[in-house]
């Protein structure tokens, strides 16, 4: 696979090359999903591919981190809607 130098057709992603992107990637997404925000998205293609049971994904800023969750079972969400995320220790009854 090639996904991280794409302009060239011989190279072959490692491992340190995929890692590196995804914690750029994931830098750059705290930066724009305040805590608490996150984004509804539709897995396709090569996503697919690696992960065929996981149809929907709600990624989201935890305060700490950039998480992922498997929302295959949402289907009253259209890709790319934003989500609010409340901690269930935040939830008072």
Known sequence: MNYTKPDDKDHVDSYSDLLFCS?????????????????????????LELEPDVKHVIIWNSGTRISIMDASERDDLEEGDRIQMIDLKNITN
């Open 23 to 47: 914690l750029i990637f994931s830098a750059a997404l705290g930066t724009v999903l305040k805590e608490g925000e996150g984004i509804f998205i539709k897995l396709k293609g090569d996503e």
